[in-house]
Structure formats: C-alpha cells, structure tokens
C-alpha cells in the first residue's frame, strides 16, 4: 500500500478519534475530585447507562442491513439469553456478551437455513 492509500484512517484519526479522546481526557480531568457518591456523579452514571440501554433496544427492535435479516425472535431470545447468562454467572459482563453472541449466531444461523 501507498501513502495514499492511508488518507481514510487518517480522516478517521483526525475528525472520529482525536475530537472524542479531547472530551474524555477533560472529563476526567474534570471527575478527579468528585465523590462517586455524589448525586452529580449517580446521575451521569444513570443516564450513560439507559443511553446504552436504549441504543440496545433499538438495534434488536428496530434493526436495519443485515441485522434486519436474523428476525426478531432471534435477536430477543438471543439478548435474554445474554442477560439471563450474565446473572447466573455472578454479573459477569463476559459470559453475558459471550452467551447471547452466540446465541444470536446460532438463532441466524437456523432461521436462515
């Protein structure tokens, strides 16, 4: 590959990572004194969790490309099954993304053949 070849990843670099990077580094900067009981610091930890909450249940509900081939009830059952694996495997996020990816591949995989 060229030099030329490379311009995307910088463009990548340049407007998606560095700008991102920026705020979290000030973020934490700014978190360093804060007391993680405070109601400041519940509160943004609530709303970054039912952001992803939400982001979630947007991509299994209403799914687009070639998520939208797998149907629904795989892609429900599949995050049950992730979120029942993570509680009785003592909240361990790992098992819960790893049982319910597996279940999703396994739930496209039948649906499609």
Do not use: C, H
């Amino acid at each position: 590959m060229t030099l030329a070849d490379y311009w995307p990843f910088a463009v990548l670099l340049l407007v998606g990572f560095l700008p991102n990077e920026m705020w979290r580094v000030f973020g934490l900067v700014l978190a360093r004194g804060l007391n993680e009981d405070s109601e400041l610091v519940i509160l943004s930890r609530a709303l970054a969790t039912a952001t992803i909450a939400g982001v979630v249940a947007k991509l299994i509900l209403f799914s687009g490309g070639a998520l939208a081939l797998v149907p629904i009830e795989a892609r429900v059952g599949a995050a049950a099954l992730g979120f029942a694996a993570y509680f009785l495997a003592r909240r361990s996020v790992f098992v819960g993304v790893a049982v319910g990816e597996a279940a999703f591949l396994i739930g496209g995989y039948w649906y499609q053949g």
